[in-house]
């Protein structure tokens, strides 16, 4: 990767090298390689599937008005251009976004400090995002249905993937339950924000927690957003009434006004599950994509199958929240 780091460099304005790309981690929607030389280092998210310059604008914004009430999250850097988003060397390789590097380790959400930082934050961000006139998209509020899951099934059996009976009973069975509850927002209580807020989306380093991963920011019920997270912070379907109660506290004690109000609250968390092993389960039969990407896929289905939100679990957490 020597001939992409340099044109990185040049294409960022970062000096002379020598510079060195080394692969991180692989997440949904690309690849994070680390940009190191003269003695600092930057974080590159390599985008495998396109790229909406539109969505990356909403993301800078939202970051930079979050920035303002203090929560702390990596700069998105813009090129010589001025753009937040670039193919460096040749137009036809991947869109890349440059930010800074953070070291830390990935939150407890068992740790309390953690928990009242992460309710405060999602109280801010609210704040930070108010206002939106934008609607929702389909992913938070609509989900497959029963034709689009017996398509994709199909193909994951015709190309026999061993997890295809697994993927069959879920159809069967939690599918169309959770279906049930995914509904479009009405149109009060929307908000511009993260989307994506979990504790693998936050390192903890020397200095604090900092809020990683903002590609998805976008309008959002925020009380959908705020039970999605409740659900992700304390323990998912292993309830820890406890944390729910104390991020909750810390949340409408920063001025956070969402509420749960019972499983309909939850219809963002359950579409996004089901969309997310609907979109893995194509990928894994798509000969457009690489094997490496077909491989990514289905290994997300098969762990995404085993954690999949239990309506029981949610009866629990919303007991617990005393709504």
């Known amino acids: 990767m020597h001939d992409a780091a340099d044109s990185l460099a040049e294409t960022y304005a970062l000096g002379p090298g020598p510079w060195t790309m080394t692969p991180v981690t692989r997440g949904a929607l690309g690849q994070i390689w680390k940009l ?3 003695g600092s280092s930057w974080a590159v998210k390599e985008l495998l599937f396109g790229c909406d310059e539109t969505q990356v604008g909403r993301e800078a914004a939202l970051r930079d008005a979050a920035a303002d009430l203090g929560i702390v999250s990596p700069r998105l850097h813009t090129d010589r251009h001025g753009a937040h988003v670039c193919r460096p060397g040749s ?5 890349v976004k440059l930010y800074d590097w953070v070291e830390g380790t990935t939150a407890d959400a068992s740790d309390p400090g953690i928990l009242d930082w992460f309710g405060r934050t999602m109280a801010l961000l609210h704040q930070a995002g108010d206002g939106t006139v934008e609607t929702p998209g389909d992913w938070y509020e609509r989900c497959p249905d029963d034709a689009d899951w017996e398509d994709v099934l ?3 059996r015709d190309a026999g993937l061993p997890w295809a009976e697994e993927l069959g009973r879920f159809v069967a069975t939690s599918a ?4 049930h509850w995914v509904t479009p927002s009405a149109p009060g209580g929307l908000v511009t924000s993260h989307l994506d807020l979990q504790p693998q989306n936050v390192l903890v380093g020397p200095d604090g927690p900092v809020l990683l991963d903002w590609d998805n920011a976008g ?3 925020a009380e959908r957003e705020f039970a999605r997270a409740v659900f992700v912070w304390s323990g998912g379907n292993e309830v820890n009434a406890d944390a729910a109660r104390r991020l909750t506290r810390a949340y409408r004690g920063a001025g956070g006004r969402a509420v749960v109000t019972g499983p309909e609250s939850f219809s963002m968390l359950f579409a996004t599950a089901l969309n997310y092993i609907h979109v893995q389960a194509e990928t894994a039969v798509d000969p457009a994509v690489t094997a490496a990407q077909r491989e990514f896929a289905g290994e997300q289905v098969v762990t995404c199958l085993r954690d999949v939100p239990d309506l029981a679990a949610v009866s629990l957490l919303v007991a617990a929240l005393d709504v």
Do not use: D, E, T, Y
């Open 219 to 221: 309008p959002v019920s």
């Open 36 to 38: 190191s030389g003269n």
């Open 91 to 95: 137009s036809g390789g991947s869109s």
């Open 154 to 156: 199909k193909k994951v």
């Open 176 to 179: 169309p339950q959770l279906a």
